[in-house]
């Protein structure tokens, strides 16, 4: 018995057969007619004109140009300590470090022992003192013994009075070394120890220390540039350093307050108030330095954080625009207006203030006016295209001098 024989398409012919099927229904679908494309804008006059409802026009921002009575200006600023609650200690003598009793961040009282140094030279103040009390015991026993001599007729009073003046300057000797020793952390009638107390004279918290145990320590070591044993400062308070320009002076006068605002703490907002300012123009920097007092009652400011000195300052007549809005061609200041719904034109305008926010247009721009803040470039660059556009070409400018008779 004889089988069929089945016949089998090739690969080939099975991909030929599958592509003609895709064309074919292909063919079949109706062609998607692409979108029309917007008209650019023309440019009639100095005027740039868009088309009604043309898609750039959502992509320009507009801002109203308002009367200027006051704006807000921002001046850089760093906070620094409370110099007039801030001490700095320095070693009185030469000596080395054997004890350190504070370190950053306690809280200290006025008369707090920071640090004991033994110092050989205190020693020596120490001996001083005691040698002056001992001359002091001496010369007021002499000067006892002087007198009864001298009621008994023995002694002339010339050596009375010799006696006398011994005494008072054995006296003023005790006294002058018992302050100084005092003075430096001794005690009255205490022996020669050669313990040095570095103390606090001020309540206030420990925010540097610069010292450690064995370390040599001299009074020569002080002065600018070298750190101080410690630093401490009453926190609450801290000054606000203000680097203000010229036309700034007359607003941030005494007593002038501001609004402080820190980067790194945002959402919180501190006021201060200007207790001093300098009489001289930095000439590095060209500004004035100018001093605030801000409250830091819960201690969220430190000393050299960068921050932002807010101002209202009062201005004279004009409007008020984004310091964004104004563009320098050249020499000159000029900002885009639109002057109807989808028309603009280029504006010189005069500028009385230019901060880094908001500038101050004196002339060239009225009240409520619209002026471009956003893509100003998209804008810009649409008015070159088509002034460029607008501008004949050379061989049409040729075909119509042929032209003329």
């Given at each position: 018995m004889q089988l069929p024989v089945v016949k089998t398409l090739s690969t080939s012919t099975l991909r030929a057969s599958l592509l003609i099927g895709l064309l074919v229904l292909a063919g079949c679908q109706e062609a998607v007619e692409p979108p029309a494309k917007a008209p650019p804008p023309i440019l009639q006059?100095?005027?740039?004109?868009?088309?009604?409802?043309?898609?750039?026009?959502?992509?320009?921002?507009?801002?109203s140009a308002t009367p200027a009575q006051t704006i807000t200006v921002d001046l850089p600023a760093r906070m620094i300590w409370n110099e007039e609650h801030t001490q700095r200690i320095y070693p009185a003598f030469a000596g080395r470090v054997s004890a350190i009793q504070a370190d950053v961040g306690q809280a200290v009282s006025a008369g707090s022992v920071l640090a004991q140094l033994a110092s050989p030279d205190f020693g020596m103040a120490q001996a001083d003192t005691a040698k002056a009390r001992a001359d002091a015991r001496l010369s007021g026993n002499a000067l006892?013994?002087?007198?009864?001599?001298?009621?008994?007729?023995?002694?002339a009073r010339k050596d009375l009075d010799q006696?006398?003046?011994?005494?008072?300057?054995?006296l003023a000797e005790v006294q002058r070394a018992d302050a100084r020793t005092r003075m430096y952390g001794g005690h009255e009638g205490g022996s020669v120890n050669q313990s040095l107390a570095i103390s606090a004279s001020i309540k206030g918290v420990v925010v540097e220390r610069n010292l450690n145990p064995g370390q040599e320590v001299r009074p020569d070591q002080s002065g600018v540039g070298v750190p101080p044993l410690f630093v401490v400062t009453d926190p609450t308070t801290l000054w606000v350093q203000i680097d203000a320009r010229e036309s700034e002076v007359a607003t941030?006068?005494?007593?002038?307050?501001?609004?402080?605002?820190v980067p790194t703490l945002p959402g919180q907002k501190f006021e201060g108030r200007v207790t001093a300012a300098a009489d001289y123009i930095d000439p590095i920097t060209r500004t004035i330095k100018v001093r605030g007092l801000v409250a830091n009652p819960a201690r969220l400011l430190k000393a050299e954080m960068l921050a932002t000195a807010r101002i209202q300052r009062n201005i004279g007549p004009g409007v008020v625009v984004p310091s964004r809005a104004v563009a320098l061609q050249?020499?000159?200041n000029t900002v885009l207006v639109q002057v109807q719904p989808g028309v603009f034109e280029t504006r010189e305008v005069q500028l009385s203030y230019q901060g880094p926010q908001e500038s101050v247009v004196s002339s060239g721009v009225a009240a409520g006016e619209q002026v471009v803040s956003?893509?100003?470039l998209l804008l810009a660059r649409e008015f070159r295209n088509a002034t460029h556009d607008a501008q004949p070409t050379p061989a049409a400018t040729a075909s119509n001098?042929?032209?003329k008779p």
């Amino acid at each position: 018995m004889q089988l069929p024989v089945v016949k089998t398409l090739s690969t080939s012919t099975l991909r030929a057969s599958l592509l003609i099927g895709l064309l074919v229904l292909a063919g079949c679908q109706e062609a998607v007619e692409p979108p029309a494309k917007a008209p650019p804008p023309i440019l009639q006059g100095e005027q740039l004109r868009f088309a009604p409802n043309h898609p750039q026009l959502a992509l320009i921002g507009l801002v109203s140009a308002t009367p200027a009575q006051t704006i807000t200006v921002d001046l850089p600023a760093r906070m620094i300590w409370n110099e007039e609650h801030t001490q700095r200690i320095y070693p009185a003598f030469a000596g080395r470090v054997s004890a350190i009793q504070a370190d950053v961040g306690q809280a200290v009282s006025a008369g707090s022992v920071l640090a004991q140094l033994a110092s050989p030279d205190f020693g020596m103040a120490q001996a001083d003192t005691a040698k002056a009390r001992a001359d002091a015991r001496l010369s007021g026993n002499a000067l006892q013994r002087q007198r009864e001599l001298f009621d008994a007729g023995i002694v002339a009073r010339k050596d009375l009075d010799q006696a006398e003046a011994d005494a008072a300057r054995s006296l003023a000797e005790v006294q002058r070394a018992d302050a100084r020793t005092r003075m430096y952390g001794g005690h009255e009638g205490g022996s020669v120890n050669q313990s040095l107390a570095i103390s606090a004279s001020i309540k206030g918290v420990v925010v540097e220390r610069n010292l450690n145990p064995g370390q040599e320590v001299r009074p020569d070591q002080s002065g600018v540039g070298v750190p101080p044993l410690f630093v401490v400062t009453d926190p609450t308070t801290l000054w606000v350093q203000i680097d203000a320009r010229e036309s700034e002076v007359a607003t941030l006068r005494l007593g002038a307050t501001f609004e402080l605002i820190v980067p790194t703490l945002p959402g919180q907002k501190f006021e201060g108030r200007v207790t001093a300012a300098a009489d001289y123009i930095d000439p590095i920097t060209r500004t004035i330095k100018v001093r605030g007092l801000v409250a830091n009652p819960a201690r969220l400011l430190k000393a050299e954080m960068l921050a932002t000195a807010r101002i209202q300052r009062n201005i004279g007549p004009g409007v008020v625009v984004p310091s964004r809005a104004v563009a320098l061609q050249g020499a000159k200041n000029t900002v885009l207006v639109q002057v109807q719904p989808g028309v603009f034109e280029t504006r010189e305008v005069q500028l009385s203030y230019q901060g880094p926010q908001e500038s101050v247009v004196s002339s060239g721009v009225a009240a409520g006016e619209q002026v471009v803040s956003e893509n100003m470039l998209l804008l810009a660059r649409e008015f070159r295209n088509a002034t460029h556009d607008a501008q004949p070409t050379p061989a049409a400018t040729a075909s119509n001098a042929q032209a003329k008779p």
